[in-house]
């Protein structure tokens, strides 16, 4: 009786559920905007000087007002593709192509530009007017067109072999596609974590490894207290798209490697650099990049499994009056599993922030608590972050904690082992 009522009421659910994604997310994000005019804790006071808190909260409420409009225009588009778009687009591409894999192909593609192209005023503004504005772009229109041409490049050498892959399993095999294309994703990923950063950055950016001096000394010294061997620690020009910070950790085995901005020597001290390299170096030492990885793998396999179920539903399609086909399938699978995703996506970022707070207490352990405390402050007054966000935003949408939990839970682990070594002194 339930696969009845669905079946016969499932285009009014796909609507339903883009509605209230839609919803959720608007909501959400109102009330973190309006969480905003709360007093600040007194923790976190110093962040920001009066005349740099009235430029972050003027620059929130920007960027608040142009993701509303965005996702509002967002959500006109998709329910006009679920009501007229798809089934005709569908039906237009049936005309000069035969063969289904090729059809869905083009389907997919003409999806992917369009979406890219009613995004690009809504970049282009956020990138040239807000970003200018608060003083972060350094994006010219040269290298803004650049990245765009870059990325379809990619999509072309990349993504569109994979993708002509995977449909050519379910060709092939039908519902048993899902493990083969698993196999597939598995060793591509795999693949990319190895080589992001000697193929894929590259192509956007310029890294260059650390100069030899006095920094490059701390970071050997450090190296040799957490045993981790640090040869690969490289700068990337991050300045030239823009002033904000950032580091990163990237890479499995031999091929890992520690990414700073190049705007971040600018902006923070030796010892503060130092501080976010060992939380950088914790992230590898518990694991949390294979973790993420394996995690992605598992998720992956449940979400094949899933889409070979509803791809191979003939009543699916037949209750929505279309013409079977992995794409249409895959439309419908993406908003049917949206209640899925977004539950996975809370237990996944709830362990993610988890990981970041293990990472910090290894850069507690290693003496760098202080400093990692100056460096985040630092971090989020150069980017204009939030102090504190809503509690609930942060459980649903963070994948790192806010600067008031990290402060919080650095302070904690300064605490406990001050105490440890009194005890043991």
Same mark, same amino acid.
């Given at each position: 009786?339930?696969?009845?009522?669905?079946?016969?009421?499932?285009?009014?659910?796909?609507?339903?559920?883009?509605?209230?994604?839609?919803?959720?997310?608007?909501?959400?994000?109102?009330?973190?905007?309006?969480?905003?005019?709360?007093?600040?804790?007194?923790?976190?006071?110093?962040?920001?000087?009066?005349?740099?808190?009235?430029?972050?909260?003027?620059?929130?409420?920007?960027?608040?007002?142009?993701?509303?409009?965005?996702?509002?225009?967002?959500?006109?588009?998709?329910?006009?593709?679920?009501?007229?778009?798809?089934?005709?687009?569908?039906?237009?591409?049936?005309?000069?192509?035969?063969?289904?894999?090729?059809?869905?192909?083009?389907?997919?593609?003409?999806?992917?530009?369009?979406?890219?192209?009613?995004?690009?005023?809504?970049?282009?503004?956020?990138?040239?007017?807000?970003?200018?504005?608060?003083?972060?772009?350094?994006?010219?229109?040269?290298?803004?067109?650049?990245?765009?041409?870059?990325?379809?490049?990619?999509?072309?050498?990349?993504?569109?072999?994979?993708?002509?892959?995977?449909?050519?399993?379910?060709?092939?095999?039908?519902?048993?596609?899902?493990?083969?294309?698993?196999?597939?994703?598995?060793?591509?990923?795999?693949?990319?974590?190895?080589?992001?950063?000697?193929?894929?950055?590259?192509?956007?950016?310029?890294?260059?490894?650390?100069?030899?001096?006095?920094?490059?000394?701390?970071?050997?010294?450090?190296?040799?207290?957490?045993?981790?061997?640090?040869?690969?620690?490289?700068?990337?020009?991050?300045?030239?798209?823009?002033?904000?910070?950032?580091?990163?950790?990237?890479?499995?085995?031999?091929?890992?490697? @520690?990414? =700073?901005?190049?705007?971040?020597?600018?902006?923070?001290?030796?010892?503060? $650099? /130092? !501080? +976010? %390299?060992?939380?950088?170096?914790?992230?590898?030492?518990?694991?949390?990049?294979?973790?993420?990885?394996?995690?992605?793998?598992?998720?992956?396999?449940?979400?094949?499994?899933?889409?070979?179920?509803?791809?191979?539903?003939?009543?699916?399609?037949?209750?929505?009056?279309?013409?079977?086909?992995?794409? @249409?399938? =895959?439309?419908?699978?993406?908003?049917?599993?949206?209640?899925?995703?977004? $539950? /996975? !996506? +809370? %237990?996944?970022?709830?362990?993610?922030?988890?990981?970041?707070?293990?990472?910090?207490?290894?850069?507690?352990?290693?003496?760098?608590?202080?400093?990692?405390?100056?460096?985040?402050?630092?971090?989020?007054?150069?980017?204009?972050?939030?102090?504190?966000?809503?509690?609930?935003?942060?459980?649903?949408?963070?994948?790192?904690?806010?600067?008031?939990?990290?402060?919080?839970?650095?302070?904690?682990?300064?605490?406990?082992?001050?105490?440890?070594?009194?005890?043991?002194?």
């Amino acid at each position: 009786m339930y696969l009845t009522f669905v079946l016969e009421n499932l285009f009014a659910i796909l609507i339903a559920l883009v509605i209230i994604n839609f919803i959720v997310n608007e909501v959400l994000k109102f009330l973190n905007n309006k969480w905003r005019g709360r007093k600040i804790p007194d923790v976190l006071n110093e962040v920001y000087s009066t005349d740099r808190y009235i430029t972050y909260v003027n620059y929130k409420r920007e960027t608040y007002r142009l993701s509303v409009i965005t996702a509002t225009i967002n959500l006109v588009v998709i329910l006009a593709m679920l009501i007229f778009g798809f089934s005709f687009l569908d039906n237009w591409l049936r005309l000069f192509v035969d063969k289904e894999i090729f059809i869905s192909i083009l389907f997919i593609c003409v999806i992917g530009i369009a979406m890219d192209i009613i995004s690009l005023p809504f970049d282009l503004y956020e990138t040239f007017v807000i970003e200018q504005k608060y003083g972060f772009n350094r994006t010219t229109l040269k290298t803004f067109i650049l990245d765009k041409l870059r990325v379809y490049m990619l999509a072309s050498i990349v993504g569109l072999p994979v993708l002509y892959l995977i449909i050519w399993l379910y060709g092939k095999f039908g519902a048993d596609f899902w493990w083969l294309a698993w196999l597939v994703i598995t060793i591509f990923s795999i693949l990319m974590s190895l080589l992001y950063s000697n193929l894929i950055v590259p192509i956007f950016n310029k890294q260059t490894p650390l100069d030899e001096g006095e920094l490059r000394d701390k970071i050997n010294t450090l190296s040799m207290e957490t045993d981790f061997k640090l040869d690969n620690i490289y700068m990337i020009d991050a300045s030239k798209r823009s002033t904000k910070s950032n580091a990163y950790f990237t890479g499995l085995g031999s091929k890992k490697r @520690i990414v =700073l901005y190049d705007t971040l020597l600018k902006t923070i001290s030796q010892d503060e $650099i /130092l !501080s +976010i %390299l060992a939380h950088e170096i914790g992230h590898y030492k518990k694991k949390h990049t294979f973790k993420g990885l394996i995690t992605s793998i598992i998720q992956t396999g449940l979400l094949l499994f899933l889409f070979s179920i509803i791809v191979e539903s003939p009543a699916i399609y037949e209750s929505l009056n279309v013409k079977p086909g992995f794409h @249409i399938g =895959l439309i419908i699978f993406m908003i049917l599993y949206s209640p899925i995703s977004f $539950i /996975l !996506s +809370i %237990l996944f970022n709830y362990f993610s922030r988890k990981h970041e707070f293990e990472a910090d207490g290894f850069a507690v352990e290693h003496s760098y608590g202080s400093a990692l405390i100056k460096a985040l402050k630092s971090l989020t007054s150069n980017n204009l972050s939030d102090l504190n966000p809503y509690p609930l935003f942060i459980k649903v949408y963070y994948s790192h904690p806010s600067l008031l939990q990290r402060i919080n839970n650095i302070s904690k682990k300064m605490v406990d082992k001050a105490n440890l070594e009194k005890q043991i002194l």
